[in-house]
């Protein structure tokens, strides 16, 4: 049996990726076609990539984690500029992301006890 720590951290990064598409369906339909269409294959294509990086932290590859730290810290600065646009115009698209960076935060802080 894996570790609680890692189950729980798992379980947290798995609730953050449904947050995630969630955020990423509001936000394409309230976009014009041309934007939503291009951002659907997007939400696929990283959706794909992280459940293939949280399968391979379940099996126990520490590059998996480190790899998902690298991909959390690259996504919050990515999104930093828009954190504001959607406070000012998109709210519930602000509060889905500022929940699903806690429990990002959370689940890798558990991920990382596991150690």
Do not use: H
Not at 3 to 22: E, Q, R
Not at 63 to 80: D, E, S, T
Not at 109 to 115: A, P, S
Request: with cysteine.
């Amino acid at each position: 049996m894996k570790n609680k720590y890692l189950n729980l951290g798992l379980a947290l990064l798995l609730i953050a990726l449904i947050l995630g598409i969630s955020r990423g369906a509001l936000f394409a339909i309230s976009s014009p076609a041309e934007i939503a269409v291009p951002l659907v294959f997007i939400t696929i294509i990283f959706t794909a990539l992280t459940i293939f990086i949280l399968y391979r932290i379940y099996m126990g590859d520490r590059w998996a984690k480190i790899f998902f730290l690298c991909y959390f810290i690259l996504g919050l600065i990515l999104n930093f500029s828009n954190v504001f646009t959607w406070f000012v115009f998109e709210q519930l698209i602000f509060y889905i992301y500022v929940v699903e960076s806690i429990l990002n935060l959370a689940g890798l802080i558990f991920v990382f006890r596991d150690e």
